[in-house]
Every structure is written in structure tokens, then in C-alpha cells.
């Protein structure tokens, strides 16, 4: 099974096991590792030699990856963070606290480094710090993390960062796949071994549709017993290399292969199959591999893969004297100007070939692929030239700050400004926002808002419900002017509502653009 999680770590599924104190022990750990999936070292409150004894045991029974979880309140927490270096760990996940004082070492021993958060705080400071990934944890899980619910929190942090989210706690329901889609996954896969996973399928299917649904298929009989439900219902099984042809012989299915060929040349071949769409399993997730370089080899092949390609050669840019365009970063969902910086052809093949805006420093004389050590990555969304062709528009997802003075934008020096209506619907809905969010922080004498936020929040929702109603009763008015009037006051006070909740409007868009 290809994943993000599979590939970031080398391992075959994307299971990890909890660091359960003196529960995750080598012969626990060795055991899941074996099985495909991430075994971890449950360091609790134990002495840095036991964890050492583990980590040797562990060694001695399997050579996959494993990982150790250091509990940060830990006496010896400074002795073991110093073993997991010594002994080339590969993962480490930590609780109970902030690891950051660990980070820069652990990296550079090339560590995966994992925390457990219980909030979207600590996961962006761990996604500045450096970490490969988060767990979001909610109460469920041991109940000592914090008070929100996995559901509740997972979706906050797949908002909050870029970097993979892992969710733990309580995953069990068709309601908690419909809430996981909604944090943004693309697919769910169903494990058809599972008879409650089979009367599932065609209700979450119907929900959200056939092309979200992935079937997990170990053997044939898996398949021909559910046949006809499976090409209703989904778009594509995930089969050991062992069955793929079988299935197509019978179905026109896309199949995605799991297969534990580690070759390159062999990989290739599955690849070349008609049936075969995808693949995953140990060449892909292991990280000596760079995809990079294998989508390059399969393009070579003739064999399909996703890449960035531009619609236009290099060569027929109009280069600047030193040789460069300038290029023009935007935020995607806003269209805020983040910053100007410049591209020659090295930086603009390598920003195809990564995804992430990477740029030609004049000051440096070296390529630069923005975030590589501050962590303010910069996605790419898309790419345009202008009439000219000697000037790039790029659309990024940003992640902090765009400017290198912790600003969100490098554009924030005022010159000069003439007063104008902006009527832009987006800047209006925040203009309207942030007032009302100073008249909560600053109060202000006889301020109708501040009214409101007095009397609290059952005043709040009572307004909010009596402009529902005002709205029903203008729509049935022929004149649009009075609808008009009453959509202005039920927004206000609906505003006053998600600012009472603390909910912005950039999570409403986002939340709305994912259904």
C-alpha cells in the first residue's frame, strides 16, 4: 500500500504502533515491524539503558524499520534523545511535551521525526521546527493529551500544516471516514477482509461518491465473491502482485499493485502492465529510492506518471541580462502578492520537478528552494507567463511567511494610498470580520457589536436566529432590495457568531471548497 506515511518511513502499510509504556516493548515492536508496519519502542519512564537493551533486541529480530517514542517528562529524556543518534534510529515519535531542543541533531542524523500533538499550536511549530510529520491525538488516546476529540482535531491540523497528518484515537465508523474526507483525504481504501467494511462500501460510496472509494483485495476470492458490488460502488482495488492478473481477466478495474519487488527493472515491468494503474509496496516506500528520478525513468519508458510540465520550453522565455525571469508569487487562495525573486533554468526545471517554488539567489550565486530550512515552503498551484513571455505568475500555497522578516508578505511598507470602496466580496466578509474581532479585543462605548458580545451567547444566537427568519419572510417579497438588506444582517450577526466560536473565514472557505 502506497502512501505518504509508507514512503516517509519504509514501511509496507501505514500502521504505527502506539509507544505504549512498558507495553512497547522489542518483542511488540520487532513483531509489527515484521508485519509491514511501524513497530515503536515505548521508552515511558524508563532509564536510558533499558531503551538500549530494547533497541538491540529489536535489531536482532527484524532488520525493517522501527522507531522508539521518547516520553519528553522523562528523567533521562536528554541520555536517550543522544542513544537515538548513536544507534541510527530511524523514527522517533515523541509525548508529552516539545521536542524541539532535540530536532536540529535528530535531523541531522537523519532521523524521521514525529511528534504527537494535541493541538494545531504545537503541530505548526513542529512543522517549522522540522518535523517529517505529526500524529494528531485526540482524548480517546489515553486520555491525557488534551480535551479535543480526534474528529474534532484532525481536521484543524490537516489545515494548519503541510506536512503528513497521522490521525489516532477512535477510527471506526462510516461517519469517521466522511469526517476524514472532509480533513482532505483523497481516497478512502476498504479492506474487504473485513465484512463490516463490505456492507459499508456501497452507503459511503453513494455519499461521496464511487471515485473517493479504493478496495483492499489480499486474494481472488475476495473479489469475485464482491464483484459486482466493487465495479458499482468503487474505482479502483488495491491487490497483491499475486492476483492483479487474475482480476483482469474478469474486470476492467483500475488496479493498483502492492508488490515487495525491490528492483527497479522489475518495478518497471508491473508498471508496463495494462491493468496495472499504480503501484506501491517496498520500492516506492523505501527511502534510498528517489520518485523523483523514477517518474523521469518511467516517462522515459513510455510508461504514463503525474508530473509538472510546462506548456512552454525555456528556451522560448525572454531572459533578462543575467540570464533570469522574475517571477511573481501570489497566494493562491487570495491572490495576496507574497514577493518578487528570479528563476534561471536550473530553478525552474528543479520547481517542476519538486512541486515547490525554488528560485536562483543573486546574492548567494546558488539555487534555493524556498522553506529548505526555515520550513515556509512554497507550493506550487500553478504557473503562467505573461503576454511577453518574460514574466512568471506563480500561485503558491505558502506555509508561514513568505518574507525573510517573519512577514506575511514582503509587500508591507507603505508608500502611499488614496482611499477607494474595495467591493471585493472576500475583503469585505474580512474587513467586516476583523472590526468585529477589535470590538471584542478592544471594547468601545455604545458599540452595537460589543452589545451583542455582553449579553453573550445565547443573545448571539437568538439575533442570529431572527435574521433566518427575516430572510424567509423578505424572499417572499417580490422587491430584492429588502432580501438584499436582511442577507447584510443575518451576515453581520452571523459573523459575530464565528468570531464568539473563533472560527475564520479562511477555515469556512476551506471547509466549503472540500465538498
Given at each position: ?41 515505548g ?42 543518534v ?18 536540529e ?14 493541538s ?23 486520555g ?79 473479489f469475485?465473491?464482491?464483484?459486482e458490488?466493487?465495479?458499482t ?34 518495478v ?17 516506500s ?5 520518485l523523483?528520478?523514477?517518474?523521469e ?6 510508461i ?72 515556509h ?12 513571455n ?13 518574507c ?8 508591507f ?17 474580512q ?15 455604545g ?39 436582511e ?29
Amino acid at each position: 500500500m502506497k502512501t505518504v506515511i509508507t514512503e516517509l518511513l519504509g514501511i509496507e502499510y501505514p500502521v504505527i504502533q502506539g509507544g505504549m509504556a512498558w507495553v512497547g516493548t522489542a518483542e511488540l515492536a520487532a513483531a509489527v515491524s515484521e508485519a509491514g508496519g511501524l513497530g515503536i519502542i515505548g521508552a515511558g519512564g524508563a532509564p536510558a539503558s533499558w531503551v538500549e537493551e530494547q533497541i538491540h533486541k529489536v535489531k536482532e529480530k527484524t532488520d525493517k524499520p522501527f522507531g522508539v517514542n521518547l516520553m519528553l517528562l522523562n528523567p533521562e529524556a536528554d541520555a536517550i534523545a543522544e542513544l537515538l543518534v548513536k544507534e541510527e534510529v530511524k523514527v522517533v515519535t515523541t509525548g508529552a511535551g516539545n521536542p524541539e531542543k532535540y530536532m536540529e541533531e535528530w535531523k541531522k542524523a537523519g532521523v524521521r521525526v514525529i511528534p504527537v500533538v494535541a493541538s494545531t499550536a504545537l503541530a505548526k511549530r513542529m512543522e517549522k521546527a522540522g518535523a517529517d510529520a505529526v500524529i494528531a491525538e485526540g482524548t480517546e488516546s489515553g486520555g491525557h493529551i488534551g480535551e479535543t476529540t480526534t474528529m474534532a482535531l484532525v481536521p484543524q491540523v490537516v489545515d494548519a500544516v503541510q506536512i503528513p497528518v497521522i490521525a489516532a484515537g477512535n477510527i471506526k465508523r462510516m461517519e469517521d471516514v466522511k469526517k476524514l474526507i472532509y480533513a482532505g483525504c483523497a481516497k478512502v481504501v476498504l479492506n474487504f477482509s473485513k465484512k463490516s467494511n463490505i456492507e459499508l462500501l456501497e452507503e459511503v460510496s453513494r455519499r461521496f461518491g464511487k471515485e473517493r472509494m479504493m478496495i483492499s483485495i489480499s486474494d481472488l476470492k475476495e473479489f469475485t465473491e464482491n464483484q459486482e458490488l466493487i465495479e458499482t460502488y468503487a474505482d479502483s482495488v488495491l491487490a497483491l502482485d499475486t492476483v492483479e492478473n487474475e482480476i483482469a481477466q474478469i474486470s476492467q478495474i483500475s488496479i493498483v499493485l502492492h508488490t515487495d519487488e525491490s528492483s527497479q527493472e522489475k518495478v518497471l515491468e508491473l508498471l508496463g502492465e495494462t491493468a496495472v494503474s499504480g503501484l506501491c509496496g517496498a520500492y516506492v516506500s523505501s527511502l534510498e529510492n528517489d520518485l523523483h528520478t523514477l517518474k523521469e525513468t518511467c516517462e522515459k519508458a513510455g510508461i504514463p506518471v503525474n508530473t509538472y510540465k510546462s506548456n512552454i520550453a525555456w528556451s522560448d522565455f525572454k531572459l533578462n541580462s543575467d540570464g533570469m525571469v522574475p517571477v511573481i508569487v501570489q497566494d493562491y487562495r487570495t491572490d495576496e502578492v507574497l514577493m518578487l525573486a528570479y528563476m534561471n533554468e536550473l530553478a525552474f526545471d528543479t520547481t517542476l520537478k519538486l512541486g515547490k517554488m525554488t528560485y536562483w539567489s543573486r546574492s548567494r550565486n546558488e539555487l534555493w528552494t524556498k522553506g529548505l530550512t526555515s520550513g515556509h515552503v512554497q507550493y506550487v498551484k500553478s504557473l503562467t507567463i505573461d503576454c511577453d513571455n518574460d514574466t512568471i505568475l506563480a500561485k503558491v500555497d505558502q506555509v508561514g511567511a513568505a518574507c525573510h522578516t517573519g512577514n506575511r508578505t514582503c509587500f508591507f511598507k507603505p508608500l502611499m494610498k488614496k482611499e477607494y470602496d474595495d467591493t471585493n466580496p472576500l475583503h469585505v466578509f474580512q474587513n467586516v470580520y476583523d472590526v468585529i474581532t477589535d470590538r471584542k479585543a478592544n471594547p468601545k462605548e455604545g458599540s452595537y457589536t460589543n452589545y451583542l458580545f455582553d449579553k453573550g451567547i445565547d443573545k448571539i444566537l437568538k439575533k442570529v436566529g431572527e435574521e433566518c427568519t427575516e430572510i424567509v419572510i423578505a424572499a417572499k417579497n417580490p422587491d430584492k432590495e429588502e432580501i438584499k438588506y436582511e442577507i447584510s444582517d443575518f451576515l453581520y450577526h452571523m459573523m459575530v457568531l464565528m468570531v464568539e466560536k473563533g472560527v475564520s473565514w479562511e477555515e469556512i472557505t476551506r471547509e466549503l471548497a472540500k465538498r
